[in-house]
Every structure is written in C-alpha cells, then in structure tokens.
C-alpha cells in the first residue's frame, strides 16, 4: 500500500513513521523550516515506544510531487485543511483514500467540497505529540491510537487493508463501524479537554482535582454532548459522565495538543473546537454558555500570542474586524 502523509508534524510524523518502520512506502509532504531540517537530516521521532528514523528522500515539498498514493492521511492543523484539500482533489480523483487524522468535527466536510464523497474515510487520531524542534518529533506517553471508517458504514477492501499495515506496524489501530458518531464521541472528550486545561492552564490532573474545575470539564462535555445529539447524532445522553471518568484514568500530567499550542505562543484550533460547539449551539437553538465563555477567554490567544501577533494594543475597530 502507498502511502501519502499530508503534515510531518506530531500526529502525521509519528504514525507516518511508524508506518515506515515497518516497511510501508511512506511519503511524507512537508513545508518551512520542518522540510528544509528533514531533507538535512532526515526525520527524528522520539518516542517511549522506540525512536524512529525517516531517510530525507521520504519527504516532498509539494502534494503535486506525490506519486499516485493508494491511501492519503491528512494531518495538518485545521486552518490549512481547504488549501490541502484543493491540492488533494487530482490524486482523489485517480481513485486514492484519503482519510484526516486531525480534530474536531468539520474537517471531513471540507475535504468533501473538493474531493469526491466516496474517498474520503472517516478517522481520529489519539495521541500525545508535537514538533519540539525542526525536524523532530516527540510523542509524549504511550497512547497511539488510530480509529477510522467508511461513512457508509461498510467494511471496505481499503479500510480493512490500511488497518492491516497499522497493526503490523504497532499501531493500536480499530476500524469504526459508526465513524461519525466516534468522532463525536472523540469530539466530547477533545473539547472538555482541550477548553479546560487551556483555560485553566494546567494538565488534567490539576482541572478534574479542583471541585470548580471538574464540575467545567463536566458542563463543558455535556454541551458537546448536547450539540451533537440534536444535530442526530447517537450519543449516549449520559457520555459527559462516562468521558469524565475516563479523564480520571489519564495520567495527571496529560494535557491537550491546543494547551501546549498556548504555551508556545501558536496558533489555536479554538475556533474548530469550544468555537464550534459554540457556534452550532447557537445554529440548533442549545445552550452552551461553557464553550462559549472559553472561546471568548482564549479569543485574544487564537492567532497566536498577542504580544507577537500585534493583538496586544488594538482599537475597538480593529477588534471587531479580526
Ligand atoms: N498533536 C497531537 O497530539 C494531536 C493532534 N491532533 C490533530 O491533528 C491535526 C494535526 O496536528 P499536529 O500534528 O499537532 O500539527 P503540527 O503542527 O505538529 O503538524 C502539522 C504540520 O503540517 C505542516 N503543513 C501544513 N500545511 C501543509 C501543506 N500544505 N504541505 C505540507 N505541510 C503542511 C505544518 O507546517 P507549518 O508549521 O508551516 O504550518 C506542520 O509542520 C490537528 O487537527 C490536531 O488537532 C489529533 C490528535 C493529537
Ligand atoms: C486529547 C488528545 C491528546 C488525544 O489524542 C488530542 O487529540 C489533542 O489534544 O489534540
């Protein structure tokens, strides 16, 4: 199976390399200073489960490089999906999968408006990891998890061959036999997590230890919860609950990837997460004051830190363009 990895950041770097590992022709797509360190010295993982090395010949600079992939994984941040998937639509359409490890819960649509409906498979993708320097990447931890499905809800030839490539490559892998609704259930999860320990600035352990900040976690899941039942999908009314008790499991250290974006002064996907269950709550008449309250909380942080993106002495007509 050829393989495509559209992003050699945390999650496409470290599955993609993972991949390679086992001997699956993997070619990485990469930009900026991360391609011009890789094509230097090839790509680092570093990870508890072994480190890993990709020769600089496995990365390319453009998608139009690429050379007719069987299966494309998108792991780019959520601002650069349309982009990639207007460059995607050529090699969709000459008949390869493509399927998003990234989050949030629109990214599938808009991979849609460019490619045809029946390449594009479902997926999310668990992990910790994330670019420390060009070049380099590091996955935090031991979860490393890849779930991903037909929208039709079949088993298809494809999803069951890439699932065969991802196990023997070590990769908790699963395929999903509803992957809208595990989506959303990853969805659920992500935006209690990822609102949370960002606006509370601190990992897990610190937010589910404190009465105020757990009962947020809570709120801020059953919210999502709620947006996504009424846009139909099947979740379990009482999944907040569940997900908190899974938060109790995660080492207390574990954080979101959209925290240590915060910390390193990076752009935020808020406006894909807290931002979005906000904006659909609002579309399908549900309150979500929570997911509200944080993406107008971390707003200042969205573009990056605003001591460096000019946001940090704005004229109120210069805000309410931005
Ligand atoms: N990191 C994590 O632990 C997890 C992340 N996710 C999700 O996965 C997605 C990817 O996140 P993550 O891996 O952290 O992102 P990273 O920023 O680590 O990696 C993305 C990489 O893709 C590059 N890129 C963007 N557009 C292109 C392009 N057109 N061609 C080539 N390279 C491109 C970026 O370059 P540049 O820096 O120049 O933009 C960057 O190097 C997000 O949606 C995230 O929420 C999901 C699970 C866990
Ligand atoms: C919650 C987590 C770490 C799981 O993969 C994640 O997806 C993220 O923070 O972006």
């Known amino acids: 199976m050829r393989i495509a990895v559209i992003g050699a950041g945390g999650v496409g770097g470290?599955?993609?390399?993972?991949?390679?590992?086992?001997?699956?022709?993997?070619?990485?797509?990469?930009?900026?200073?991360?391609?011009?360190?890789?094509?230097?010295?090839?790509?680092?993982?570093?990870?508890?489960?072994?480190?890993?090395?990709?020769?600089?010949?496995?990365?390319?600079?453009?998608?139009?490089?690429?050379?007719?992939?069987?299966?494309?994984?998108?792991?780019?941040?959520?601002?650069?999906?349309?982009?990639v998937a207007r460059q995607l639509a050529p090699l969709a359409e000459g008949g390869a999968?493509?399927?998003?490890?990234?989050n949030g819960v629109q990214k599938d649509t808009v991979l849609r408006r460019h490619l045809p409906a029946g390449s594009v498979l479902g997926g999310v993708g668990y992990i910790s990891a994330f670019i420390e320097e060009p070049g380099v990447v590091v996955h935090n931890g031991t979860l490393q998890r890849l779930v991903f499905g037909e929208y039709d809800r079949t088993e298809s030839p494809r999803a069951r061959a890439f699932l065969d490539r991802a196990v023997a490559a070590g990769i908790d892998a699963e395929i999903s036999a509803d992957i809208e609704r595990t989506i959303w259930e990853k969805f659920v999860f992500l935006v209690g997590l990822s609102g949370t320990t960002s606006a509370v600035r601190q990992p897990i352990g610190v937010v589910r230890g404190d009465p105020g900040s757990r009962a947020l976690l809570r709120e801020v899941m059953h919210e999502v919860?709620?947006?996504?039942?009424?846009?139909?999908?099947?979740?379990?009314?009482?999944?907040?609950?569940?997900?908190?008790?899974?938060?109790?499991?995660?080492?207390?250290?574990?954080?979101?990837?959209?925290?240590?974006?915060?910390?390193?002064?990076?752009?935020?996907?808020?406006?894909?997460?807290?931002?979005?269950?906000?904006?659909?709550?609002a579309e399908l008449d549900v309150a979500t004051p929570r997911n509200r309250a944080i993406a107008d909380i971390l707003s200042p942080y969205a573009l990056g830190d605003p001591a460096a993106t000019g946001g940090a002495d704005v004229s109120a007509a210069e805000a309410a363009s931005r």
């Open 14 to 83: 470290y599955f993609g390399a993972r991949l390679a590992a086992a001997g699956d022709d993997v070619t990485f797509v990469a930009r900026g200073r991360h391609l011009a360190a890789i094509r230097e010295k090839g790509l680092t993982v570093r990870s508890p489960l072994g480190d890993l090395r990709v020769p600089s010949e496995a990365v390319v600079p453009s998608i139009s490089d690429l050379d007719a992939p069987d299966l494309v994984m998108v792991a780019v941040k959520l601002w650069d999906t349309e982009d």
């Open 97 to 102: 999968a493509v399927v998003s490890f990234q």
């Open 225 to 281: 919860v709620a947006v996504g039942r009424a846009k139909g999908v099947a979740l379990d009314p009482g999944f907040a609950d569940d997900r908190l008790a899974f938060c109790d499991t995660l080492p207390a250290a574990m954080t979101s990837s959209m925290h240590n974006d915060l910390l390193r002064g990076n752009r935020l996907e808020l406006g894909w997460l807290s931002g979005a269950v906000a904006d659909l709550g």
